[in-house]
């Protein structure tokens, strides 16, 4: 066994699933109850509402799967479309490639809108589009809020202020799971119908909940949607949350992590949150400037909080610097996905994350840069990001 | 706040989620990682192979979806079947109708066959309505194996003998959602395509985990089925847990607590886990009948190992019984449901449980009866479930 | 490996330590931190004040020592005396036995009251002794409050009235640690110089807090006390805390798992606690009284609230009463020591406990008993101890 | 509550306690059990036994007492020495000077070596001393083997070649908290007769446990030594050990803790951990060169490999770059004590740690550093660690 320990923490710096907060951990750890007595919704009531916080939503209504993220996309298009309905989506990077799948395979009629991996939606286009579709054919648009292949950040407002500008009906889709809970996203202001996550990014909790936040609009198709489902019906949640139940047994550890994450969220406060996610974003990208390297995102106006895509040199295989920097550092980092396999090494940084860790991981990608051949200045990010820290930092 | 924290253990006596022994607990408290990295599969891949032993089968391959029960159910039925299919389904309690409700939704043609409440599956009829069948329209039958409303276990392997005898070639799906880990359950001797289970019962985990055991005629259904389907796909789950991934971030949590339950049944062997169930179980109806009360459950054959239904007095109201025992002596019971809702009280003695929790429960069960008005022999249960306890137990 | 595994709950019915309440267990579950830093002090310093509530205490001084309740012993008695004083010291149980033993290992001159074990402390004698005690030569008192050998609880307000009543100027040292957070116990009222507990007892944590509440008049007597001692030094402690700290480094679970366990004991009310002891000893004391069995204690005004000492009819050996209990039932019960060896066993009732888990290790109690030869009437002790506790119940 | 919690992980960088490893922290989630059944010694029998390995012990004997490390140090000098004995320790730095107030308070007649604080043991002074002891009073040399305030360690082996050459029959006590389980320890080979440790550093448990490793030469002297003791007598744990118990209730989490954390010493390998620790150490103070500030180690000969004091410029308060380091950056590191005090921060690198850990740590150094106005490179010390850490890193 001699030498079979990796002795301290792994450094987890891939884009979800992020760092459970010791106190989540700890909420976690709770005796299983009987999820139908009469003290059971004093836990599931609060969450329904508390939830809609992260959402910045008043209006909405949260639905709770037992699923991962994927669920969620199934439960918001299956609840709300029928088969054949027509849905306008962007494309520019892996998930949104794998919303675009499902929402086929439910049987939606896709019209995709390509864009370059590094951008994001276009809204010129996605007006252009609308405003094409004079029988308002189109039923919804499905943007993906922060395309986490490309560490490609679309802008919600605007895709909103594009179909009002075109005047059209279609509803708005966005999944958010790699940015709900620490870029800022609002639900209502941007009139998103059915927005998106999971418990394992933002809400720094272990994967198995999906979480759809339903507008009135979208709870209104609902009714008439004839998409098949069963296990992620609408109806069913709502009749059974009414009460505070639901209709099969909930996955209780998440139920209680859930309300503790979101204590921690409103504790630190959201907009610090957000806050937070973005000076350590800009951190991560002082490093990749000093390296003398370029982010898979095309602009900064695409720069995410949450996930910078790190293009390696020419000659250079991405994926040999996660090999080394996974084996030797005990650093997990994103690899490069599909179209992008290799080109790239991706550092997510969301999540239960501070200044010293990101450091250390990004001192791990140094190490692991110059093993892999990358000729880099050794300290050079961490110095960088260092300077944009301490300007942040007062108190 | 004063008066406001109850004091000691809750006794969990509903079927479902059973308790989970201190050392899943500890288990499934782990950071989060990487679930692409190099080394995941050393958890995932012996997870796969040793979840069929709890289902007796060699042949079959496992699904792990992160979803209760209900998915697992939805997952077996739209993965192997297409829309307008005809299936088979004895009706007899409240899961039953559940199912085959889920059944229809998802666009099946399902022949019900009632049952009284209280019975379950019967053999003869299956093989009645088979063999009547000439056009093999019928492609499969499905059976909740323990009825976990009423206390009722169904003969699968009966059913098994029922459809051989018809010469059909329906194939055979099982919920075995209480009973697998609990009470004798064999995939491959019955000929089972497709077997349900969920975390929260015999495998003593949370909820979260919705389990299939498919059989290969039911795999090669998968190639055909129409049914629609994207969160819960075979196909997706078999190409990546071919080398230990998922095709979503999976509850990670949950899989290491699997491994951990696993390993529990397996110290404790099989076998002797369903003598448990049954020991247990025999103490709780020597009690019942030493109160003086039946079970729903019509005849001895239909006897459950994992929960008994126990019918109140007329006038009675099993509510009360149930409401008295949570808030007076912090005893959780299950409830009628449906049809028998007041008329029953139901214990659940499945998962992580010893005699002294049982002939604790059976004591709380005792003081609340009496507390709601029914005249039993104080001590008299506990007395009778003592001497079957003793009578099973040296060394 | 097979059968190694004992499924279900063990029943811990030493007198200590006791069970975990989940919420404790959780809350020791602790990161460690570095406890010089400026923020400890916010877990500490109420520590210090709200301990003092346990022991009914407003101007006494708490120790908290990283030890067990032995450690306790040695640091009341060194830092308050000196080599060659003289204490005097009822003697009826193992646990006064070793207290003292121990005050003559560090030193003191000890005066022996020997009682029957089965009686307690007497006042009468106390006073006699003090009386005739001219010179003032005792020092102090020593009585163990609940004498966990034999389940006997002494009256200590008559222990005090007897030294007023004699005019003598003794100290009054008390062990609670079988009865402090459990039975009725007020230090200042009772004017108790030094009250020791541990905090593996009705404190409801593992052992490692030996914990010390000192009156006024033993940090006087600190001030000139000669007893040798460093690890234990009262002024260490004092000046560490002051400020919140500790003289070397604190067992940080333990502190955390201190503040949530006052947090429970305040939530419930020290007085519904002592209630709750007082209705579970009743619910035993019944069940012996219906098994045709007797007590250690010679006398109701001995009944300990927090162990009930059973003894075993002629010719049986209670350890094998013990064995069988935990061999198997998984049942832990308390055995006879020294003097009383095989003679009785003991039930120890005390910390997180409800009606059903006594009811169930009642039940365990009855089959052990049963299977070792003694006569008794299965589910008689169970009914009696129900009867108890449905009359101490409403709402 | 907006701005109250602290995102991410604290860097635990104080010498001591130390992070303790996640499945560390999973072993301590026990259950309360009863300390005297018959099962308990399959849990402690072994830790004796296993524990001797990171003392590289085969003769001696250990002792775990529920204390810190300076109920060790007590436990050690009053099993086997008398009052009056005369002892030579030398002193300097802040922990010595504590052992040696101890001994002194214990009765004991020391005879100081002072040394410069930044200097450790001087074999040569210690054998002049011993040298001219002709009568033999002096009993035993003590000696700190990792000064923790001052990051000094001294050459125990070399001192024991003292002892030898001198030709005296002291005995050698050594203070190996600090040391043990991270720097390389001999007690056999080095004849040392009481080793000490505590659980909170190489051990990587919370504080709790005070150990000794005894020589049965020490265990020969403790038939006759007479200082008083009780709570820490070697006799009663002797005799209670011999079977697999304790003369009190041992705090259980610690035990089962203990097993665990030997487990990861063993499954890493002894000597890999002490590689490891000296790797960390190298990075560090490469770092402080970087850096151009000094350690508090007069020379390389005593540079520690668990902590590095780092001597701050002139005009500088070392306490205020721990106070920003911890307000900013939420990084603690060790204060400078007593002579110290304001002159130097201390960085602790011991116990559950790996490279980006460290890295994390020096970043926040460097940034803590300049914002309190030293003049440093940034990133300088990083970019030095890491290169010495790519060269120790292959495969």
């Not at 986490?148 to 594009?162: K, L």
Request: with cysteine.
């Amino acid at each position: 066994m001699a030498g079979s320990r990796r002795p301290g923490r792994n450094f987890l710096f891939v884009p979800g699933p992020t760092n459970v907060p010791e106190r989540v951990q700890r909420a976690m750890i709770v005796p299983m109850e009987d999820h139908r007595s009469s003290s059971f919704p004093e836990l599931t009531r609060p969450l329904f509402e508390d939830t809609k916080a992260i959402f910045k939503s008043r209006e909405g209504q949260i639905f709770l799967f037992p699923s991962s993220g994927t669920g969620a996309w199934e439960a918001a298009l299956t609840n709300t479309l029928s088969p054949g309905d027509r849905v306008l989506a962007p494309r520019f990077g892996q998930f949104s490639t794998l919303w675009i799948d499902l929402a086929q395979r439910v049987g939606l009629d896709v019209v995709i809108q390509d864009e370059e991996w590094g951008a994001g939606a276009d809204p010129a286009r996605i007006e252009e589009a609308l405003r094409a579709d004079r029988e308002h054919r189109i039923k919804a648009v499905l943007v993906v809020h922060n395309e986490t292949a490309t560490g490609v950040t679309s802008d919600i407002g605007a895709v909103r202020r594009a179909i009002d500008a075109a005047g059209h009906p279609a509803m708005l889709y966005v999944d958010g799971v790699s940015s709900i809970g620490s870029i800022d996203f609002r639900a209502d202001e941007w009139g998103v119908d059915c927005a998106i996550t999971g418990s394992q990014k933002g809400l720094m909790l272990p994967a198995g909940l999906g979480i759809v936040c339903a507008s009135r609009r979208a709870l209104e198709a609902a009714k008439t949607a004839e998409c098949r489902r069963a296990y992620f019906d609408f109806a069913d949640q709502t009749k059974a949350n009414a009460t505070g139940y639901f209709p099969y047994t909930p996955p209780l550890p998440l139920l209680y992590g859930l309300r503790e994450a979101l204590r921690c969220l409103s504790e630190e406060g959201l907009e610090q949150v957000v806050a937070r996610h973005r000076r350590l974003a800009d951190g991560a990208r002082a490093a990749v400037r000093a390296w003398g390297l370029t982010l898979c995102a095309k602009d900064p106006k695409w720069h995410s909080d949450t996930v910078s895509a790190v293009m390696v040199p020419e000659g250079i295989n991405g994926a040999e610097v996660i090999d080394i920097a996974y084996r030797r550092y005990d650093l997990a980092l994103g690899a490069g996905l599909s179209k992008v396999a290799g080109k790239l090494f991706r550092i997510g940084h969301l999540g239960d994350l501070n200044e010293l860790m990101l450091l250390g991981a990004l001192s791990g990608c140094e190490m692991a840069m110059r093993d892999a051949g990358i000729r880099i200045e050794p300290g050079s990010g961490v110095a960088a990001a260092q300077e944009q820290f301490r300007k942040g930092r007062e108190g």
